[in-house]
């Protein structure tokens, strides 16, 4: 493999901060709110949460410039970059599927449909 392009930092970078963000995501299951002394609790898990959102993001944004250099021809790394676009735009995906049916719910009592109960 002579003629094998270098990878490209981002591109390992990108895969690098999307990890990190899960890495960080499951420290989110062991805040509760609701103890402890006043409001710790909550900007515990808003803290938590906006550093796991801003390593997904940062992971899509370095991913997706990764692939542009990438795309110039000179470097090499399309896995990486792809892995971690893919793997930052999972926590985001997750959490909208884990706050959707409470959201349905709350539309659901808006409209009166107060007794609506999500199925399953």
Known sequence: MDNAKPTTSLAIASLI??????????????????????????LALLFVGS????????????GTIALRKIRGGEFGGRGYAWA??????????????????????ELMM???????VIPG
């Open 17 to 42: 901060c999307s990890v990190a963000a899960w890495l960080v995501l499951p420290l989110l299951l062991t805040i509760n709110p609701t103890a402890g002394a006043g409001v710790s609790g909550g």
């Open 51 to 62: 550093v796991a959102a801003i390593l997904a993001l940062l992971g899509i944004i370095i």
């Open 84 to 105: 971690g676009i893919v793997a930052g735009c999972l926590p985001f995906v997750a959490g909208f599927a884990w706050i959707a049916p409470a959201w349905w719910t």
């Open 110 to 116: 808006q409209f009166g449909y107060g007794d609506y």
